[in-house]
């Protein structure tokens, strides 16, 4: 069963972060996909750029809207995702809580959805 | 005995254990209901003809679990059933004690699993583990039956779609599950020994299936602090005929008729107890339950070892350090030493902001102003407390106490 974790934090707790701290908290997300892709329960995933690089688009009768920023303020912010491959959620929970922003920010776990069969 | 008769005691004593399994099987909890009907249906058709089987519930199983395939043919819902079927359709379905324990165990641990809302894994405890139906579930938890029914229903889905696994959690985590396990047992519990509600009356029911449940847990799951809080649950609910007056207005524990105290259940919470205090002396609800005990040897207020109260409470305050403990080791102080030693200690967690509002709060400092002797002080906090609750057996206990100030 496939798993979405997504990791939430705020970025400001990153950006008071000394350059070695980013680098030794980007050193363990690389191991910490090696050890999930050793164990064959990693799929994908992308950490992403900063929400002030966000822009969000909305088609409202037929008409594209685009804005500015990530598509609601919240007191964290959506840094990343991983798309794993766990038994169930409990193995996709204990999977999350060592994704190392679990320390200082959340991780929403969410089963995916299959699209139904092409008509 | 007559065979109908003999079939509802067994329907009481195996259904839930029987529906237990049938959820593993089938995977699915709905259907599994339907199956567990489904065979007591048949059981009542045959039994009476046949007799009743040596092992009922391995028959019953049996007979769910080829009903439970059936209504997944028939409702041509196969497509999205085929793994679970292809899995388990040539197992044969296993009765032997140990199994159905575990399934018993496992539909505890999933129905608490902390990925549910507290509300939902209280209303699924009950309709689940402990048989309710969702009217009782709805009015015990004094919510409207749709409103359960809706949260019941979630649950379901939940369970189903994030695949919140059908099993006992692994070493590694069962401490953590436990403790989410008995949080939901207490939750119950609770419910039913201070009913939230105006009016008050002490919801029997509940506080009997969560001592029921926790029993249950004790023999499938004996760690230190199942039986401390099954004698936490029996120590408080033996003081249950005492508590109120017949008008249903509150009693202290300083002024209840101890002889109305169910002696008989303080005998199973201490023997609860004692199994708890060989394994986890120094948990939460173990010491708990040692505070209770103390209270429930003691003949009356004047011989109760407050000493010993405030240290168990000391102890507590180390493992869970909340001002709602740090409250009650305070009056233990006031009643071992004096009422004023104990108002030093409460003005010390005045700068706490939630305890502020918490009645109880004001309720012990006025009381040991009253005891200290000083009237207009323990009035202004009475008065503190009354504004801060809305339960009508508290409210009342208050205003009498101020009564009984102006007539001082």
């Excluded at chain 1, 992308?46 to 037929?62: G, K």
């Excluded at chain 2, 405030?310 to 409250?327: C, D, G, H, K």
């Amino acid at each position: 069963m496939k798993y979405v974790a997504l990791v939430y934090y705020q970025e400001s707790i990153i950006n008071r972060m000394s350059e070695q701290e980013w680098h030794d908290l980007n050193q363990e997300c690389i191991a910490g996909v090696e050890r999930l892709t050793e164990q064959g329960k990693y799929v994908t995933g992308q950490p992403l750029q900063p929400i002030e690089t966000a822009t969000t688009v909305r088609v409202r009768d037929d008409e594209v809207l685009i804005s500015d920023g990530p598509f609601a303020e919240t007191k964290e912010q959506l840094a990343g995702f991983y798309l794993l491959d766990a038994n169930d959620l409990n193995e996709a929970l204990q999977l999350a809580s060592r994704i190392p922003p679990a320390r200082f920010g959340s991780i929403e776990v969410r089963p995916v959805r299959e699209l139904p069969p092409k008509d | 005995m007559n065979t109908s008769r003999h079939i509802n005691d067994i329907y009481k004593q195996h259904s839930r254990r029987v529906q237990a399994t049938l959820i593993r099987l089938l995977g699915d909890f709905d259907l599994a209901e339907e199956a567990t009907q489904e065979a007591f249906t048949a059981a009542l058709k045959q039994w009476p003809d046949q007799g009743v089987p040596e092992n009922p519930s391995a028959w019953l199983i049996t007979a769910g679990h080829r009903r439970g395939i059936d209504l997944i043919r028939r409702r041509q819902t196969a497509r999205q059933n085929q793994p679970l079927l292809a899995e388990d359709e040539h197992a044969t379905p296993e009765a032997d004690t140990d199994r159905i324990d575990d399934d018993m165990l496992r539909l505890i641990f999933t129905c608490c699993h902390p990925g549910l809302a507290t509300e939902a894994q209280l209303a699924l405890t009950l309709r689940e583990v402990c048989g309710l139906t969702t009217e009782q579930v709805a009015s015990a938890l004094l919510q409207k039956p749709a409103t359960t029914a809706q949260r019941i229903v979630r649950a379901k889905r939940k369970i189903k779609e994030a695949k919140i696994p059908y099993e006992v959690p692994e070493r590694r985590e069962l401490p953590e599950r436990v403790q989410s396990v008995l949080k939901v047992i207490y939750l119950i519990f609770n419910e039913g020994y201070s009913s939230s509600s105006g009016d008050g009356i002490v919801n029997l029911n509940l506080a009997r299936e969560a001592i029921r449940l926790t029993s249950l847990l004790a023999e499938l799951l004996p760690e230190g602090e199942v039986f401390g809080l099954l004698a936490l649950m029996l120590l408080h609910d033996s003081r249950r005929s005492a508590r109120q007056d017949e008008n249903g207005d509150l009693i202290t524990l300083e002024e209840q008729n101890r002889d109305l105290w169910d002696r008989e259940q303080i005998h199973s919470g201490l023997a609860a107890l004692t199994q708890a205090l060989q394994l986890t002396p120094t948990a939460p609800y173990t010491l708990q339950a040692s505070i209770a005990a103390a209270h429930a040897q003691a003949g009356g207020t004047e011989d109760t070892d407050w000493s010993r109260i405030a240290r168990l409470y000391e102890v507590l305050y180390q493992e869970v350090p909340s001002p709602v403990i740090a409250l009650n080791r305070a009056v233990a102080v006031a009643m071992r030493d004096t009422p004023e030693d104990g108002l030093k200690l409460i003005d010390e967690l005045a700068s706490h902001k939630a305890i502020q509002n918490y009645y109880l709060f004001h309720a012990a400092r006025a009381d040991l102003y009253r005891r200290s002797g000083d009237l207009s002080s323990a009035r202004a906090a009475y008065q503190r407390a009354l504004a801060l609750t809305q339960q009508g057996p508290e409210q009342r206990f208050l205003n009498q106490r101020l009564t009984q100030l102006d007539s001082a």
